[in-house]
């Protein structure tokens, strides 16, 4: 099946710093979402990106979908962009499920 | 608010017991996916069902299993419940089959003691 893989896996900034998460994935996909996992356990979706460029306020994302990777770009973070940040894949097709990366744990120091 | 909608928020249970895990997907959504989530395994996909049939199915053990109903909702039965069973299990929905966007619900978090 499709491997995922996030990098890095644990980041730590301070309050007001930018920062960029990777994903990168094994095989051709038309789907790729991430997600916000905060700390009451919900995935918030942020992006549903299977290639292209979107930006959402101080959060941004690309996928480059021939070189099989997508980063997530957040600007100007704050104490509430803390959390677990996922990255997952699906292809079209009779399975359509997503596979998820190990997720990337974001702490955002005041 | 995914418009997903999960009961119950949390489970306290036995080991050997047996619950059932509801979920309702957003209004028109056809497809149905549950995952679970475990601090070993990560999020992995359990089973899809699309317009109460099922479609696929993942790393779903044998004793876990799961329908869709006429309205569309939902339910995951988990019997013989183990301790390796407690996880945060999580339903998606999404508008078809398509390459569209998976809505997640808050997810029901299991504690098997």
């Known amino acids: 099946g499709i491997q995922v893989e996030q990098s890095p896996p644990d980041l730590i900034l301070q309050e007001g710093a930018n920062s960029t998460l990777r994903c990168n994935f094994s095989?051709?996909?038309?789907?790729l979402q991430w997600f916000h996992q905060n700390p009451w356990g919900q995935l918030i979706n942020l992006f549903y990106i299977p290639s292209g460029t979107k930006q959402n306020g101080r959060l941004s994302a690309t996928t480059v979908a021939t070189e099989r990777y997508s980063l997530l770009y957040i600007s100007s973070s704050q104490t509430t962009d803390s959390g677990v940040y996922f990255c997952?894949?699906?292809?079209?097709?009779?399975?359509?499920?997503?596979?998820f990366g190990k997720g990337i744990t974001l702490s955002v120091r005041p | 608010d995914s418009g997903v909608t999960q009961t119950p928020k949390h489970l306290i249970t036995a080991t050997g017991q047996r619950v059932t895990l509801r979920c309702s997907p957003r209004?028109?959504?056809?497809?149905v996916y549950w995952y679970q989530q475990s601090l070993d395994q990560g999020l992995q996909f359990l089973i899809q069902?699309?317009?109460?049939?099922?479609?696929a199915k993942g790393n779903i053990l044998e004793r876990f299993s799961a329908q869709q109903f006429p309205d569309l909702h939902s339910e995951l039965n988990l019997s013989s419940l183990e301790l390796g069973d407690s996880a945060l299990y999580f339903c998606?929905?999404?508008?078809?089959?398509?390459?569209?966007?998976?809505?997640f619900g808050p997810g029901t978090r299991l504690t098997v003691l």
């Open positions: 095989d051709s996909v038309n789907n």
């Open positions: 998606a929905s999404r508008r078809g089959l398509g390459t569209d966007t998976q809505y």
């Open positions: 209004s028109g959504d056809l497809s």
């Open positions: 997952a894949v699906g292809v079209t097709g009779a399975n359509s499920k997503l596979t």
């Open positions: 069902y699309y317009n109460g049939e099922e479609r």
